[in-house]
């Protein structure tokens, strides 16, 4: 009766050892002090008379050494994560008060200064200029740009084709290049100061709250 009851302690534990393992490597939650109960608890009901195999006891163990490491290795990654995060905002505060160039169709004037960006120039270009218009539509202002191929700067002072001084507010730039009597419209980079930074919890990506509005981190071409 005592080794009847002795081979039955033996295969409930060895069930339930595996039972654990397997819902271990399932991804349930199962700690390793869990773990090594369950394993004495199989070694001390086992049948004297015949002993669990060695082997399958080692397999146990290995299973155990391994969720051991996952579950360390979730712990460094998310302490790995943290620290990102916070590189990432400490990296972005650093960037308050600079200019960053980004992609972009407007720019927001102020009372005083201009608008500045870039643009990548085509090869055989017959003439590029940079079009200003307001908020309803109308062109403010044209400015003509250099034709040489690559990287070409415009710089609008905020004043219109009059001479006077645009009202403070947003503008739309469009850069439009003649090539071999085509038009087309090149892509604007607009400098925008940035006044602020967010971070997204969910994905750690950081924008950049700027005088044209948000820009992702990963968006900006240059900061000065």
Known sequence: MTTTTGVNGSSSASAATASALSSASNGMQLGSDSFLKLMLTQLKNQD??????????????????????????????????SALRSSQVLDGTMLVGHSV??????????????????????????????????????????????????????????????????????????????????????????NSRVNSVTIDPTNSSLTLNTDIGPVALSNVRSVT
């Open 48 to 81: 004297p008379m015949s002993p669990q195999d060695p082997t399958a006891f080692l397999g146990q163990l290995a299973q155990l050494s391994t969720v051991q490491g996952i579950q360390s290795m979730q712990t460094d990654i998310s302490s790995l994560t």
């Open 101 to 190: 160039l980004a992609a972009n169709e407007t720019a927001q004037l102020a009372d005083a200064g201009g608008v500045s960006g870039q643009v990548t120039v085509p090869k055989n270009a017959n003439s590029v200029q940079l079009v200003i218009s307001d908020a309803s539509g109308q062109t403010v202002r044209t400015v003509p740009m250099s034709t040489t191929a690559g990287t070409g700067t415009f710089n609008w002072d905020g004043t219109t084709m009059l001479g006077t001084r645009a009202p403070a507010g947003s503008y739309t730039l469009k850069v439009v290049a003649s090539v071999g009597g085509v038009s087309q419209q090149l892509e604007t980079q607009v």
